[in-house]
C-alpha cells in the first residue's frame, strides 16, 4: 500500500493547474518541466542538498538528479567535477537546462543512465549519492509513470542495486549517501545492507515535519567490500583518478 503522504505528493505533481513551470530555492531561480520531480512539494531536495558534506574540491556523482539543483549547487559551491544521472528523460533536459541557466556547464555533465549503465568502469568519485525513491509499495514497476517511479520502488530492486554497484565508482577514500526518509521502508534497506556487507547509519537526519510527521534522513554507506575492490583494481592494474 502506497503512503498518505506520497500519494498526496504524487497528486500534486499530476495536478497541471497547480504545477509551476520554476521555483526558488537557495535564493536562485530555477526552471521546471513536466514529468519532473518538483522539489517545492517536499523538503527533501534542499534539506539532503545543504547537508551533502561538499568541500571544494570534491568531485560529485548524483543520480536521480531531477531538476538538477544538487548537481548545480554543488558545482556552485566548488566541485570541479559533477556527473548527473537520471533514468528519466525529462529529467535529463530539465538538469541541462538548469545547468546552463546557472553556468556551470563547464563542470556538470548529464546523462541519461538506469543508476550507473551509462558511465565508464573507470569513472570515479568522491562523492556518490542518490535521493532515493525510498517508498516500497507492491504495486506494478511496469506501470509506474516516471513520477511515480522517482517516489516508489518496489521491493526496493532499485536500491539492492545501487547497494551492490556504488563503491564501483568511489575514489579512496570516498563516501556514498542515500536520502532517505521515515516514509521509506529502513528494515528492507538493512535487509539488503547485510547481504552485501554494507553498514547504513544516519549522517544527518531532520526532525518530523509536516502534517504526516516525516523525519528526512541523509544515509551513509560504508560498505567493506568498498575497500576491498578499490584495493583488487590498485593491484591488479593500477588505480588512476578519473578528474577530467
Aim: glycine residues 6%; contains cysteine; charged residues 25%.
Amino acid at each position: 500500500m502506497i503512503p498518505e503522504p506520497a500519494r498526496k505528493l504524487i497528486r500534486r505533481h499530476h495536478d497541471a493547474e497547480t504545477l509551476p513551470s520554476s521555483f526558488s530555492m537557495f535564493g536562485r531561480d530555477w526552471d521546471l518541466v513536466p514529468d519532473v520531480f518538483a522539489p517545492v512539494y517536499d523538503l527533501s531536495t534542499a534539506l539532503f542538498t545543504a547537508w551533502l558534506p561538499l568541500a571544494r574540491g570534491t568531485d560529485l556523482l548524483e543520480v536521480g538528479c531531477g531538476t538538477g539543483v544538487t548537481s548545480v549547487m554543488a558545482a556552485l559551491r566548488g566541485c570541479p567535477r559533477v556527473t548527473a544521472l537520471d533514468i528519466n528523460p525529462a529529467a535529463v533536459r530539465n538538469t541541462a537546462r538548469n545547468v546552463r541557466r546557472h553556468a556551470v556547464d563547464d563542470r556538470v555533465r548529464v546523462l541519461e543512465s538506469d543508476l550507473f549503465a551509462r558511465l565508464p568502469a573507470d569513472d570515479r568519485y568522491d562523492v556518490v549519492y542518490w535521493n532515493s525513491s525510498f517508498v516500497d509499495a507492491p504495486v506494478d514497476r511496469e506501470r509506474l509513470s516516471a513520477l511515480e517511479a522517482a517516489v516508489i520502488d518496489p521491493g526496493y530492486e532499485t536500491h539492492e542495486r545501487f547497494l551492490a554497484q556504488a563503491c564501483r565508482h568511489l575514489n579512496p577514500g570516498g563516501r556514498i549517501f542515500l536520502g532517505f526518509s521515515t516514509l521509506g521502508n529502513r528494515a528492507r534497506l538493512d535487509e539488503l545492507a547485510a547481504v552485501h556487507d554494507i553498514v547504513v547509519r544516519t549522517h544527518r537526519a531532520s526532525g518530523g515535519t509536516g502534517s504526516a510527521n516525516v523525519t528526512y534522513q541523509l544515509l551513509e554507506i560504508r560498505k567493506g567490500s568498498c575497500r576491498d575492490e578499490i584495493e583488487r583494481k590498485q593491484e591488479g592494474r593500477g588505480f588512476r583518478a578519473s578528474r577530467r
